[in-house]
């Protein structure tokens, strides 16, 4: 089965610095990987995902990478603000069970002022 | 609001008891997951629903737990007995699965939160 393993465990940057979450996955078949963001007593919010078909994607300050060869990808967040701080997981499915999601063991990523 | 909600949001329990979870999924989404989430991981797979058939059971599921879509649209989650152990983060999403549609993205509710003391 697909095994995801995120790093760094937690992230402590600068407002307005930049920060990078990197992933690795196990099946060479994963062909979807979505980030969530979880912010304290909520529900994890899709943000960005990528199919297996694109090496990049952006949206405004948060883009995600991918490179199929080494098996990883990894999230980019610029010019960071207080408010992305949050636990951030990348996921990978489980192409063996189609539709289930394996999850990375998040990312706490701190913005301070 | 039109995205995955659940109910309740906080459940204090004493060992022993039962309890029983609802999430009703965005409204045209006719796949529906519940995974679970301890302090500090990321959420882990339970089971899944297409519409009203319940397709897997991940082997953290154990007998005392069962879940049900009767008519495809909301689902329970009851635990039985309740331990220590299952005190975590019950999380519910839901997806929209079709043909024309390889990728499985996923949307996620609020989460029940279990205290079992």
């Known amino acids: 089965g697909e095994n995801v393993e995120q790093h760094p465990s937690t992230l402590s940057v600068q407002e307005g610095d930049s920060a990078v979450i990197k992933c690795t996955y196990s099946?060479?078949?994963?062909?979807?990987f979505p980030w969530y963001k979880q912010e304290l007593g909520k529900g994890p919010q899709l943000i960005i995902d990528?199919?297996?078909?694109?090496g990049e994607k952006k949206d405004q300050r948060i883009a995600v990478t991918l490179n199929k060869t080494a098996k990883h990808f990894s999230l980019h967040i610029t010019e960071t603000q207080p408010e992305d701080s949050a636990v951030y997981f990348c996921?990978?499915?489980?192409?063996?069970?189609?539709?289930?999601?394996?999850f990375g063991a998040g990312t706490q990523v701190v913005v301070t002022p | 609001d039109t995205g995955v909600s659940q109910d309740p949001r906080h459940k204090i329990t004493k060992r022993g008891q039962n309890v029983t979870f609802r999430c009703d999924p965005i409204?045209?989404?006719?796949?529906l997951y519940w995974y679970r989430q301890t302090l500090g991981q990321g959420p882990e797979f339970l089971t899944y629903?297409?519409?009203?058939?319940?397709?897997?059971k991940s082997r953290l599921l154990s007998d005392r737990f069962s879940a049900e879509r009767p008519k495809g649209s909301f689902s329970t989650l009851e635990i039985q007995r309740t331990e220590q152990g299952d005190s975590a983060m019950y999380l519910c999403?839901?997806?929209?699965?079709?043909?024309?549609?390889?990728?499985?993205?996923?949307?996620f509710g609020p989460g029940t939160r279990l205290t079992v003391l």
């Open positions: 099946d060479s078949a994963s062909n979807y």
């Open positions: 990528i199919r297996s078909n694109v």
């Open positions: 629903f297409q519409n009203e058939a319940q397709l897997e």
């Open positions: 999403a839901s997806s929209l699965i079709a043909s024309t549609r390889f990728y499985n993205e996923q949307f």
């Open positions: 409204s045209e989404h006719n796949r």
């Open positions: 996921a990978a499915p489980i192409t063996d069970s189609w539709g289930k999601l394996q």
